[in-house]
């Protein structure tokens, strides 16, 4: 499955943001979809997750302010971010996990600074 990110965008702190993840084919039988992110200098670091059955999971850095969510109809995943800081300034990717093999988008910056 090809991943394309987009929404990335120059944001004040305290802001929101929304970012989307569209899926070249069905995310229905996908078990797991993933943001993770990376800043420069840093390494690649798990943001949210979201699996079939819906149960999701989050970095404590973002516990409160981001939200994950699937769209199996549209074959998107969205995370939905709030309360921005300057710390989550980085290039979000967006990730599957499927019986068959895993795949990567190309990633989308997000920059939050006044």
């Known amino acids: 499955v090809q991943l394309v990110e987009s929404g990335g965008d120059l944001v004040q702190p305290g802001g929101s943001l929304r970012l989307s993840c569209a899926a070249s084919e069905s995310i229905t039988n996908i078990f797991d979809m993933r943001w993770y992110r990376q800043a420069p200098g840093k390494q690649r670091e798990l943001v949210a997750s979201?699996?079939?059955?819906?149960?999701?999971n989050y970095a404590d850095t973002v516990k409160g302010r981001f939200t994950i969510s699937r769209d199996n109809a549209k074959n998107t995943v969205d995370l939905q971010m709030s309360s921005v800081k300057p710390e989550d300034t980085a290039v979000y990717y967006c990730?599957?996990?499927?019986?068959?093999?895993?795949?990567w988008g190309q990633g989308t910056q997000v920059t939050v600074s006044s």
């Open positions: 979201i699996r079939k059955s819906g149960s999701t």
């Open positions: 990730y599957s996990l499927a019986y068959d093999g895993s795949s």
